[in-house]
């Protein structure tokens, strides 16, 4: 069906649904041992997570998830403009939770969970070194299972992740995480949008555009310019009106 509509399908993804309606001691015992001592450490260490609504944290969740990707020599690009959707379109409208990890005062790890039609998914996480030293993203999920299940969220979706090495060590080290958790594992295709001829050439002209303004601060004008001199009507000294 999903190539009919024009998908192309490369793998399949691996997703972890954790049933948050049984008993919490039941969703504790199904956690891998390494997990629930990690959890225990964090608790030895005083590991805090917070949720929290501010621009700052929402900075931090960025600069977490931007750390976390370049230890993975995965390329990261962010800005206040992406803060700022987050916050107008997910917390704002109470669409999302941002909790964020502390250990002495400081920020260690942060993630971001969708909240939708009494489900939860897990959206977004980053963690600096200390976080792991520390064991603030297990805690941090922990803390937030505890928490949407005292909400009454029935399921909480831990997100894909490919399996049997298909990203690599660090595709498999993100399955292993999200499959210590106990969760019901589903498979899911995964794969791209195949676009029509003419959406191809629409994206290309799209991206040229977008490299054509980086490299002029007036786009408009520096080709207008450019035909003027192709036509040979003068080169201008200086811009040109």
């Given at each position: 069906m999903l190539q009919k509509l024009g998908y192309q399908l490369t793998r399949r993804d691996s997703e972890f649904y954790l049933d948050l309606s049984a008993p919490i001691d039941v969703i504790w015992n199904r956690l891998k041992d390494t997990r629930r001592q990690k959890i225990r450490k964090a608790t030895r260490l005083c590991?805090?997570?917070?949720?929290?609504?501010?621009?700052?944290?929402?900075?931090?969740?960025?600069?977490?998830?931007?750390?976390?990707?370049?230890?993975?020599?995965?390329?990261?690009?962010?800005?206040?403009?992406?803060?700022?959707?987050?916050?107008?379109?997910?917390?704002?409208?109470?669409?999302?939770?941002?909790?964020?990890?502390?250990?002495?005062?400081?920020?260690?790890?942060?993630?971001?969970?969708?909240?939708?039609?009494?489900?939860a998914y897990y959206v977004n996480s980053g963690s600096s070194l200390e976080g792991y030293k520390y064991s603030g993203p297990v805690q941090l999920l922990w803390?937030?299972?505890?928490?949407?299940?005292?909400?009454?969220?029935?399921?909480?979706?831990?997100?894909?992740?490919?399996?049997?090495?298909?990203?690599?060590?660090?595709?498999?080290?993100?399955?292993?995480?999200?499959?210590?958790?106990g969760g019901e594992v589903v498979q899911q295709a995964a794969g791209f949008k195949v676009l029509s001829g003419l959406g191809k050439h629409l994206i290309t002209a799209s991206q040229l555009w977008n490299l054509w303004s980086a490299r002029f601060r007036h786009p408009v004008r520096t080709m207008r310019n450019a035909i003027r001199r192709f036509r040979g009507n003068g080169v201008c000294d200086g811009p040109c009106k």
């Open positions: 590991v805090d997570i917070r949720r929290e609504e501010s621009d700052n944290a929402l900075a931090l969740l960025y600069q977490f998830v931007g750390q976390s990707l370049e230890r993975r020599n995965v390329a990261w690009r962010t800005g206040p403009d992406m803060v700022q959707r987050a916050k107008d379109y997910l917390l704002a409208r109470q669409r999302s939770v941002l909790a964020v990890g502390y250990h002495d005062g400081q920020p260690i790890n942060a993630a971001l969970f969708g909240v939708f039609g009494g489900r803390i937030m299972v505890e928490h949407f299940k005292a909400e009454g969220v029935a399921t909480l979706n831990l997100g894909g992740a490919p399996k049997d090495g298909q990203a690599g060590a660090n595709g498999q080290g993100l399955f292993s995480f999200k499959e210590d958790f």
